[in-house]
């Protein structure tokens, strides 16, 4: 196939949405972005509450981790998006950022000049359309929608209890000062998901020089004589070259990214020969440093109907979507995940070493037990900066194999001694008078788990992954890291990975917001790079 585009994007998520809208507002650019499954029509997406509809099915890739070896050798399930959108059409919707303080060491600690947190601010700003907030640290008039919800009642006495347990109430975790408790914003516009695919691409896809493919399985990158030429993709079975005239563009992700990095020889070149993979790059740390927030739940049973679980009723189901259908206002307008905090696991860490997620319900995500009758609400808390540090790798070259993802969940002590206090705390807030009034007792994991030995077991037995990993192709300033600062793949020209995937070190938040920031970043290196070619 000819040259018919200039950049090639692969991986429709985030920051590929992000990006390639970015990419187009050139018109002498011309831009295929690629994505593996379909568009974001199903209806669960667009609707704030469809969130709990989302942490399996047919819109994720249906990964499961290899056997965890600190965690009772369980395979967990790991959602990882498979629609347009990615992560941004199935999260929670929760926006934070992260502290100033991870930007700062990606700079100091790891050589990635041009990333502290002074130099990516600007970015998160131009990124956002915030309804509430402005100022130095927000943005207004930005592809991507944020908004602060009017919190249930159960939220606001969350809030309550922290503040009773001696936490600030903080009405801004983006500020700089993230400590403290309160409502999160989120990536909702008009009481409707804004995803980068709804904020960003949508609006792009009128260019004529933007084109979208869905349901586009990419096999590999094409690399020739050291550069990256384009992508081989599958159609019916059939190999198709698609050319790219500047660059090929990575975002499919920290699990993603590697996988396809791995499958088109760019990666440890052993392990690559071993699976009759032709070395077209050797680049060891190809699918290493994988790490992502472990979460932990505790499930509450509540003395009445305080929840969102009692519009599992068929009739208050209904009243609740006519609320929605007339007003945009009620449960379906809400993430459900509205309140949160973070905290400190160690008093002497200088940032918040744990973040809470207060949940208006019970059993609303994959592997969290529901409340059988009744209503119930949940808490899930995790360590910010985890220490284990896991892999992504081939089971084999071929693209419908799935790899196998290992994020060595507790596999260093601090985790497993840090996600215990967060246990210990999620307790203790639950205790506190205003959120205790409405409590009838703990349904998970129940008053027998009390001792130390007790709650590493729990976690170990019940902990899950909180959708954030990043790290398998990892930025930095040495030449063991896989892209360099500007994003480039090291020892391939016209290769750059622009997603999670290149953080050196996870931010202490979600990531979907970091993640949109680093696409921003990406859109101005390629600049960047075209006006000195």
């Given at each position: 196939m000819a040259a018919e585009h200039d950049y090639i994007v692969v991986g429709g998520g985030s920051a590929g949405c992000a990006l390639a809208a970015r990419l187009s507002e050139d018109p002498q650019r011309r831009v295929l972005l690629l994505e593996a499954g379909p568009e974001d029509t199903n209806r669960f997406i667009h609707l704030p509450v469809g969130f709990a509809k989302m942490t399996s099915g047919p819109l994720t890739w249906g990964l499961k981790t290899a056997p965890q070896k600190h965690a009772m050798n369980r395979e967990i399930v790991y959602a990882q998006a498979?629609?347009?959108?990615?992560?941004?059409?199935?999260?929670?919707?929760?926006?934070?950022r992260g502290c100033p303080e991870d930007y700062d060491a990606w700079a100091s600690e790891f050589g990635c000049t041009g990333w502290s947190f002074a130099d990516v601010q600007p970015l998160f700003l131009r990124s956002e359309d915030n309804d509430t907030l402005?100022?130095?640290t927000h943005g207004i008039g930005g592809p991507l929608g944020v908004s602060s919800l009017a919190p249930q009642p159960l939220t606001r006495a969350f809030a309550q209890a922290c503040q009773q347990l001696g936490m600030p109430y903080n009405p801004d975790f983006n500020s700089g000062r993230q400590a403290g408790a309160?409502?999160?914003?989120?990536?909702?516009?008009?009481?409707?998901?804004?995803?980068?695919?709804?904020?960003?691409?949508?609006?792009?896809?009128?260019?004529r020089n933007l084109t979208l493919k869905t349901g586009a399985q990419i096999s590999r990158i094409v690399v020739e004589k050291g550069r990256a030429v384009g992508v081989e993709m599958l159609d019916n079975g059939r190999p198709v070259l698609m050319r790219a005239a500047r660059e090929v563009l990575v975002t499919a992700g920290a699990i993603g990214s590697p996988w396809l990095m791995l499958r088109s020889g760019l990666g440890p070149a052993d392990e690559l020969r071993a699976l009759g993979i032709a070395v077209a790059a050797d680049l060891p740390e190809v699918g290493r440093n994988l790490h992502d927030h472990f979460g932990i739940d505790i499930v509450y049973e509540l003395s009445g109907p305080h929840s969102f679980d009692k519009?599992?009723?068929?009739?208050?189901?209904?009243w609740a979507g006519l609320e929605y259908a007339l007003f945009r206002k009620g449960p379906v307008a809400s993430n459900i995940v509205e309140g949160g905090a973070f905290w400190y696991a160690d008093k002497t860490?200088?940032?918040?070493?744990?973040?809470?997620h207060f949940l208006v319900g019970a059993g609303v995500e994959e592997g969290v037990p529901k409340i059988e009758?009744?209503?119930?609400?949940?808490?899930n808390s995790y360590t910010l900066r985890p220490r284990a540090r896991g892999s992504v790798t081939l089971r084999s070259a071929d693209p419908a194999v799935l790899p196998v993802v290992d994020p060595n969940f507790l596999g260093d002590p601090y985790d497993l001694k840090t996600s215990t206090e967060g246990l210990r705390l999620s307790r203790e807030i639950f205790a506190q008078s205003a959120l205790a009034k409405y409590v009838r007792k703990e349904?998970?994991?129940?008053g027998q788990v009390t001792t130390q030995a007790e709650l590493e077991l729990y976690a170990r037995q019940y902990g899950r992954t909180s959708y954030h990993p990043v790290g398998t192709c990892r930025m930095g300033g040495d030449a063991r890291s896989v892209v360099d600062p500007q994003l480039r793949v090291r020892g391939v020209e016209g290769l750059r990975i622009c997603d999670s995937s290149v953080m050196p070190r996870l931010v202490s938040s979600n990531t979907n917001a970091p993640s949109i920031m680093i696409?921003?970043?990406a859109s101005d290196l390629v600049r960047a790079s075209e006006t000195t070619r």
């Amino acid at each position: 196939m000819a040259a018919e585009h200039d950049y090639i994007v692969v991986g429709g998520g985030s920051a590929g949405c992000a990006l390639a809208a970015r990419l187009s507002e050139d018109p002498q650019r011309r831009v295929l972005l690629l994505e593996a499954g379909p568009e974001d029509t199903n209806r669960f997406i667009h609707l704030p509450v469809g969130f709990a509809k989302m942490t399996s099915g047919p819109l994720t890739w249906g990964l499961k981790t290899a056997p965890q070896k600190h965690a009772m050798n369980r395979e967990i399930v790991y959602a990882q998006a498979r629609v347009l959108g990615g992560g941004g059409s199935i999260n929670a919707q929760v926006y934070t950022r992260g502290c100033p303080e991870d930007y700062d060491a990606w700079a100091s600690e790891f050589g990635c000049t041009g990333w502290s947190f002074a130099d990516v601010q600007p970015l998160f700003l131009r990124s956002e359309d915030n309804d509430t907030l402005a100022g130095e640290t927000h943005g207004i008039g930005g592809p991507l929608g944020v908004s602060s919800l009017a919190p249930q009642p159960l939220t606001r006495a969350f809030a309550q209890a922290c503040q009773q347990l001696g936490m600030p109430y903080n009405p801004d975790f983006n500020s700089g000062r993230q400590a403290g408790a309160g409502a999160y914003q989120t990536t909702i516009r008009g009481a409707r998901r804004c995803s980068a695919a709804v904020g960003y691409l949508r609006p792009a896809l009128a260019r004529r020089n933007l084109t979208l493919k869905t349901g586009a399985q990419i096999s590999r990158i094409v690399v020739e004589k050291g550069r990256a030429v384009g992508v081989e993709m599958l159609d019916n079975g059939r190999p198709v070259l698609m050319r790219a005239a500047r660059e090929v563009l990575v975002t499919a992700g920290a699990i993603g990214s590697p996988w396809l990095m791995l499958r088109s020889g760019l990666g440890p070149a052993d392990e690559l020969r071993a699976l009759g993979i032709a070395v077209a790059a050797d680049l060891p740390e190809v699918g290493r440093n994988l790490h992502d927030h472990f979460g932990i739940d505790i499930v509450y049973e509540l003395s009445g109907p305080h929840s969102f679980d009692k519009y599992n009723k068929p009739h208050w189901m209904a009243w609740a979507g006519l609320e929605y259908a007339l007003f945009r206002k009620g449960p379906v307008a809400s993430n459900i995940v509205e309140g949160g905090a973070f905290w400190y696991a160690d008093k002497t860490a200088k940032t918040p070493d744990l973040q809470f997620h207060f949940l208006v319900g019970a059993g609303v995500e994959e592997g969290v037990p529901k409340i059988e009758s009744g209503s119930g609400a949940t808490m899930n808390s995790y360590t910010l900066r985890p220490r284990a540090r896991g892999s992504v790798t081939l089971r084999s070259a071929d693209p419908a194999v799935l790899p196998v993802v290992d994020p060595n969940f507790l596999g260093d002590p601090y985790d497993l001694k840090t996600s215990t206090e967060g246990l210990r705390l999620s307790r203790e807030i639950f205790a506190q008078s205003a959120l205790a009034k409405y409590v009838r007792k703990e349904h998970f994991p129940g008053g027998q788990v009390t001792t130390q030995a007790e709650l590493e077991l729990y976690a170990r037995q019940y902990g899950r992954t909180s959708y954030h990993p990043v790290g398998t192709c990892r930025m930095g300033g040495d030449a063991r890291s896989v892209v360099d600062p500007q994003l480039r793949v090291r020892g391939v020209e016209g290769l750059r990975i622009c997603d999670s995937s290149v953080m050196p070190r996870l931010v202490s938040s979600n990531t979907n917001a970091p993640s949109i920031m680093i696409a921003e970043k990406a859109s101005d290196l390629v600049r960047a790079s075209e006006t000195t070619r």
